[in-house]
């Protein structure tokens, strides 16, 4: 007959956790207490707009391409930000200034550029906040002997080179059938197919790819 007053003692000291939960969730103002997402205590932040994968920080060397996703505003000013996405050649429009190029800069170039415009004709020494806040899909194609024939993906803010390009399609052939000496990169240029021949064992580290090319390592014969 004791056991009642211990199961009594155990659900108080459970409405006492759960009140106090309830207060924590509620004390710090609507949905900003406790998440509900009990394994995961720091939730990701969602931007509106092009929200795709949000990057609150962009390296100021990262260069701007068609489709990336850039947030610009004037520092101090009321206007509201304003987000637009790159189009395919490779131009943006915003406001006063209209349609201007930005693909090709650094985000450092593209905000002194966009410092520069507004500068002239619009508004005294004005504070440019330039940011990327989605990325373009980069990818090629890696076909012949390598690990794993397929296209690649490269990361965001990620330098693409081929000897990285053959490392995320698995390396080198397994057999050791790879001929490292001739692999080609194809590539589209003013509408007809180019193509690189590149020793990998004395160039291929620095060989810098662009969003399309395909890369073909032939077979070793001996």
Known sequence: MRILPFLACLVTVGQLFLSSNVFAQYANGPGVGVSANYGNTAAPLVRGGLGTDS??????????TALDGLQFRIVGELETATEVRVAGDGSVTLPYVGT?????????????????LYDKDWYVNPQIDLLVVSYSQRRVQVLGRVGRQ?????????????????????????????????????????????????????????????????????????
């Open 55 to 64: 990057i609150s920080q962009t390296s100021e060397t990262y260069t701007i």
């Open 150 to 222: 397929g296209p690649v993906v490269f990361p965001p803010e990620e330098k693409m080179t081929l000897i990285t390009a053959i490392s995320y399609a698995g390396g080198w052939d397994p057999q050791g059938l790879s001929r490292k000496t001739d692999v080609t990169v194809t590539r589209k240029e003013g509408g007809v197919d180019k193509v690189y021949t590149i020793d990998v064992t004395k160039s291929g580290k620095d060989f810098d790819l662009k969003d399309g090319d395909t890369i073909f390592v032939p077979e070793r014969i001996f």
């Open 100 to 116: 201007v190029k930005l693909a090709g800069k650094t985000v450092s170039e593209a905000r002194q550029y966009l410092y520069e």
